[in-house]
Nanobody, 125 residues
Framework: QVQVVESGGGPVRAGGSLRLSCAAS????????MGWFRQAPGKEREFVAA????????YYVDSVKGRFTISRDNAKNTVYLQMNSLKPEDTAVYYC??????????????????WGQGTQVTVSS
């Protein structure tokens, strides 16, 4: 059974930084795209960032470009999200997604995607 566990969330002041980690277990994820989504209260889940299997290609939602960096360590089945210059509007539950699909222009989850339980990020002004 696939397990996906996020960590690293918490409260932070605006302008601060956090690093989220996502560890996957149960099967090797070396050849799968992985990513992060977030959901703020009262809003739909939105894509944040994704990284292809090799780590050579990364994708970001426009609102986090230049502030967030996604990376992965395939030896550890782990993906990271370094979040700098955090803003109150970044407040959300962040979910790790393993095994994303590529549409030709974006990554998206499907029924085979595995999800973590989420980690809360709260940015105060």
């Amino acid at each position: 059974q696939v397990q996906v566990v996020e960590s690293g969330g918490g409260p932070v002041r605006a302008g601060g930084s956090l690093r989220l980690s996502c560890a996957a277990s149960g099967r090797p994820f070396t050849y799968y795209a992985m990513g992060w989504f977030r959901q703020a209260p009262g809003k739909e889940r939105e894509f944040v960032a994704a990284i292809n299997w090799s780590g050579g290609n990364t994708y970001y939602v426009d609102s986090v470009k230049g502030r967030f960096t996604i990376s992965r360590d395939n030896a550890k089945n782990t993906v990271y999200l370094q979040m700098n210059s955090l803003k109150p509007e970044d407040t959300a539950v962040y979910y790790c997604a393993v095994d994303l699909r590529w549409s030709g222009s974006e990554y998206y989850p499907d029924t085979k995607t595995s999800w973590g339980q989420g980690t809360q990020v709260t940015v105060s002004s």
